[in-house]
């Protein structure tokens, strides 16, 4: 049997799950006074953070009322829900010269003080391994030039790496159909043609998966049922055809089809479309909802938000309402909407009266406001996702009512948000949580059709 480790939890590590306490198993957690003066700090206000903050100290106070001899450590459960005994938690109650830094560190920093309080611990016994569990990189860096053993917190990893994450389609092979004919049957429904398939390639597939052939001509279909070694495709809808365009855009490459034929699906609530910059995230969510809104009446209106994070310094405080305080976030949906309506002949009149209809069509909401609100059939869209953590997807999606349709678009190498990584952001972890839900589909777009000069930099640069 494993000896059992001591953790020494930073302040980050809380702020970003509350749940940390109890993800440790078997074995101990430490938490030094620096880091209860910082979460001291951090528990006023209405950010994610403070909440956070706050449902920790509810935590440890909940943990420290059950027992009262907090100087031998007070015992873990694995999490809230099992009684199975785990490891102890334990408080720092007695002070550590600071002379254990060396002479570069002065200790009145808080991340010094930490640092000193852990070599304490390591020189008390030396038998124990401490370990400290931050996602701070730097205070990592200076525990390993001390001899301290670091890691960052990796409990919110979803995957191992972000290259594991399904893609939403797959390409089958050339002898496809001459392996899987046997138990093949074919039907018509309101001109949507299905068909029933059977083999072992089909125990891979997923929900509303894009599967395809290259062969000529192609074949391209979207996985409708799936159960054991069988299931039900249909053929996908060709938006790439003038005649079928969707508010004056067609598709430019198969993964916009597909796209398309998620957003166009009453059937469908949740889409997740992943990409870089320019391969039509925004312009294809924002067509498709235009049309289901204004021309089919399918939706009541349509919400735009996305986390406002700024790429250089930020602006500071903005004037107005909500929506005036958003609309320096919103150059993207701005951009978009020019392409959509571009309105090049029509009069000074016919502008404004279609400038109008969608303002009032169209709401800029923040994200900051989101919480107790529900949205009845409403098309919502969620940019910047990746920048969301998977406690604040999960905040998002649950606002969702009846008749509603959300929409996450996203680019998993523009993260912006601190101590979020491709693996552990809220839009890798919804896109695996969701692929094998029967009203959710996921696609990522690899091609750019920004401009010759945007795709070639998103490769170059």
């Not at 068909?195 to 979207?222: C, H, M, Q, R, S």
């Not at 349709?405 to 552990?424: F, R």
């Amino acid at each position: 049997m494993s000896q059992k480790r001591l953790f020494i939890l930073d302040t980050n590590v809380l702020m970003h799950d509350p749940a940390a306490l109890f993800r440790f198993h078997e074995h101990n957690v430490y938490l030094p006074m620096v880091v209860l003066e910082e979460l001291d700090a951090a528990k006023k206000g209405m950010s994610e953070v403070a909440r956070n903050v706050r449902q920790v100290s509810r935590f440890l106070d909940q943990l420290i009322s059950q027992h009262n001899y907090i100087e031998g450590g007070i015992p873990l459960p694995y999490s809230q829900l099992e009684q199975k005994q785990c490891g102890y938690l334990f408080f720092q109650t007695q002070s550590f010269p600071h002379s254990n830094l060396p002479e570069s560190l002065p200790g009145n920093k808080p991340d010094n003080s930490f640092l000193s309080t852990a070599i304490a611990l390591q020189r008390a016994d030396k038998e124990r391994k401490v370990t400290i569990v931050s996602k701070d990189i730097n205070l990592r860096i200076k525990a390993h030039a001390l001899g301290i053993h670091a890691e960052d917190y990796t409990n919110d990893k979803v995957l191992d790496d972000a290259d594991l994450l399904y893609t939403g389609k797959q390409s089958l092979p050339d002898n496809f159909w001459d392996t899987h004919s046997k138990e093949l049957s074919v039907w018509k429904e309101e001109g949507r043609t299905f068909y029933k398939v059977t083999g072992e390639l089909v125990k891979n597939w997923y929900p509303n998966e894009y599967i395809f052939t290259e062969n000529d001509p192609p074949f391209e279909a979207i996985v409708r049922e799936c159960e054991n070694d069988s299931a039900i495709i249909e053929s996908t809808r060709d938006f790439r055809q003038t005649k079928h365009h969707i508010w004056g855009i067609n598709a430019r490459n198969p993964e916009q089809n597909f796209a398309l034929n998620l957003l166009m699906d009453p059937e469908i609530d949740f889409v997740t479309l992943l990409g870089a910059a320019g391969t039509g995230k925004t312009l294809l969510a924002l067509a498709a909802g235009l049309a289901q809104t204004l021309d089919q009446a399918r939706y009541r209106e349509i919400i735009v938000t996305r986390v406002t994070i700024p790429v250089g310094e930020d602006i500071g405080f903005l004037p107005g309402t909500e929506e005036e305080k958003m609309t320096p976030w919103m150059g993207a949906f701005v951009d978009n909407l020019e392409v959509l309506t571009p309105n090049n002949n029509a009069g000074e009149w016919a502008r404004a009266a279609t400038t109008d209809l969608l303002h009032h069509r169209i709401k800029i909401r923040s994200l900051n406001f989101m919480r107790g609100r529900t949205f009845l059939n409403r098309y919502i869209i969620l940019d910047e996702a990746q920048n969301l953590t998977s406690k604040q997807m999960k905040t998002l999606i649950t606002r969702a009512g009846p008749g509603s349709k959300l929409v996450c678009l996203g680019n998993l190498s523009q993260i912006d948000t601190p101590y979020l990584t491709e693996t552990t952001s809220g839009l890798t972890y919804v896109v695996d949580r969701f692929k094998s839900w029967a009203h959710g589909g996921h696609i990522t777009l690899q091609r750019g059709e920004r401009s010759r000069l945007a795709d070639f930099a998103s490769q170059v640069l």
